[in-house]
């Protein structure tokens, strides 16, 4: 077998050298973040079943760990606290007519007492680790509606409740609320929604959808992320008995409160 020896770096290529290739680098993994509660489920089902087909690579967790992550730019486009876009509106492009909102009763963000409400002043209350918005929102409640001084720990809430000293009020939200909403040592509810309605006559958001403002700029979308997602809702939207079904082992809701 002859020695072929290989073309001098240093020497330009001519015709009869050997051949010229080109390095063809891999579009870069976009990666799209799904909050992991049911109430998305409408948006994001069709995406993770196939139905509709997409290059993301979905990355679920609560909205407080991808509002982490969108700030450090480890996500390309994500559903995100309310919180999250006021405090950096300069990374972020809103997606238009797509939020987790309320009019009313939301029935997942849920402050539960073991005492009245009026009876909070100077206790501690325990509150999720998993959302932004909802802190603030009941920090805003508790101040500035029932002019309560009250203090806030975060941490675990299922595991805090089955300590010797369990809370004496907490703030849960996602499926998390749902399981809790009618726990027996905890009557007195509030739904932090219903309460803003109450107060402002307003509905509230409490999430939204942003794709990373220096992804769009870096033209790294072959289509806009933003009607991949509107067609995921509409999608959830027209079968909804398909979401429901999906939705109907091992969740604390009737099928009429999940619709």
Same mark, same amino acid.
């Given at each position: 077998?002859?020695?072929?020896?290989?073309?001098?770096?240093?020497?330009?290529?001519?015709?009869?050298?050997?051949?010229?290739?080109?390095?063809?680098?891999?579009?870069? #993994?976009?990666?799209?973040? !799904?909050?992991?509660?049911?109430? +998305?489920?409408?948006?994001?089902?069709?995406? &993770? *079943?196939?139905? $509709?087909?997409?290059?993301?690579?979905?990355?679920?967790?609560?909205?407080?760990?991808?509002?982490?992550?969108?700030?450090?730019?480890?996500?390309?486009?994500?559903?995100?606290?309310?919180?999250?876009?006021?405090?950096?509106?300069?990374?972020?492009?809103?997606?238009?007519?797509?939020?987790?909102?309320?009019?009313?009763?939301?029935?997942?963000?849920?402050?539960?007492?073991?005492?009245?409400?009026?009876?909070?002043?100077?206790?501690?209350?325990?509150?999720?680790?998993?959302?932004?918005?909802?802190?603030?929102?009941?920090?805003?409640?508790?101040?500035?509606?029932?002019?309560?001084?009250?203090?806030?720990?975060?941490?675990? #809430?299922?595991?805090?409740? !089955?300590?010797?000293?369990?809370? +004496?009020?907490?703030?849960?939200?996602?499926? &998390? *609320?749902?399981? $809790?909403?009618?726990?027996?040592?905890?009557?007195?509810?509030?739904?932090?929604?219903?309460?803003?309605?109450?107060?402002?006559?307003?509905?509230?958001?409490?999430?939204?959808?942003?794709?990373?403002?220096?992804?769009?700029?870096?033209?790294?979308?072959?289509?806009?992320?933003?009607?991949?997602?509107?067609?995921?809702?509409?999608?959830?939207?027209?079968?909804?008995?398909?979401?429901?079904?999906?939705?109907?082992?091992?969740?604390?809701?009737?099928?009429?409160?999940?619709?």
């Amino acid at each position: 077998m002859p020695h072929i020896q290989p073309c001098p770096s240093a020497l330009p290529l001519t015709k009869g050298d050997c051949p010229v290739t080109t390095q063809v680098k891999n579009p870069p #993994v976009l990666r799209m973040g !799904r909050i992991g509660y049911l109430n +998305v489920l409408p948006i994001y089902h069709p995406l &993770e *079943a196939g139905i $509709l087909p997409h290059d993301y690579e979905l990355v679920s967790g609560p909205p407080a760990l991808l509002n982490t992550m969108m700030a450090r730019g480890e996500l390309h486009v994500s559903s995100c606290s309310c919180f999250e876009y006021a405090s950096r509106p300069e990374r972020y492009q809103l997606i238009e007519d797509l939020s987790i909102g309320s009019r009313g009763p939301v029935m997942s963000v849920l402050l539960l007492s073991r005492v009245p409400f009026d009876q909070l002043e100077g206790q501690e209350i325990l509150i999720s680790g998993e959302t932004h918005t909802s802190v603030a929102l009941l920090r805003l409640i508790m101040r500035d509606r029932f002019k309560l001084n009250v203090t806030f720990t975060t941490g675990q #809430v299922t595991p805090a409740l !089955r300590k010797e000293n369990p809370p +004496v009020a907490f703030l849960a939200i996602g499926d &998390e *609320a749902l399981r $809790l909403r009618n726990h027996p040592e905890y009557p007195y509810r509030l739904d932090l929604a219903e309460a803003w309605r109450d107060w402002t006559g307003l509905p509230f958001i409490f999430g939204l959808w942003v794709v990373s403002r220096a992804a769009a700029e870096a033209k790294l979308f072959t289509s806009d992320p933003g009607a991949l997602l509107r067609q995921g809702r509409d999608w959830g939207l027209e079968h909804m008995d398909v979401i429901l079904d999906l939705t109907a082992h091992g969740c604390p809701l009737s099928r009429d409160e999940l619709a």
